[in-house]
């Protein structure tokens, strides 16, 4: 995936405080998506300054590697959580 597939499929919503980033769009890739957005994001070091959601459908299954990005992403300070919907 790059970066050119993400925008075109995600759906982004932004509030003073919150920045959700909607998955589901990405169908069977939204797994694939959340690793490479988690990567990305811990790879740019950035801190959004306020808290981000990163929503999938209830049936993604979250890979080491996106459960290690969270964990690295969170200990370094940015609020980040991956909820599942139905």
């Known amino acids: 995936m790059n970066w050119n597939e993400f925008n075109n499929a995600v759906v982004r919503n932004e509030s ?27 790879t740019q070091g950035d801190s959004f300054g306020k808290r981000v959601i ?6 993604v299954i979250l890979s080491q590697s996106a459960r290690t990005c969270l964990t ?3 200990q370094k ?6 909820v599942g919907q139905r």
């Open 16 to 42: 003073p405080e919150v920045i959700e980033f909607d998955l589901r769009p990405f169908g069977a890739q939204q797994s694939e998506a959340l690793d490479f957005w988690l990567d990305a994001a811990l």
């Open 54 to 59: 990163v929503t999938t459908e209830a049936s």
């Open 72 to 74: 690295e992403l969170q």
């Open 77 to 82: 300070g940015v609020s980040v959580s991956v």
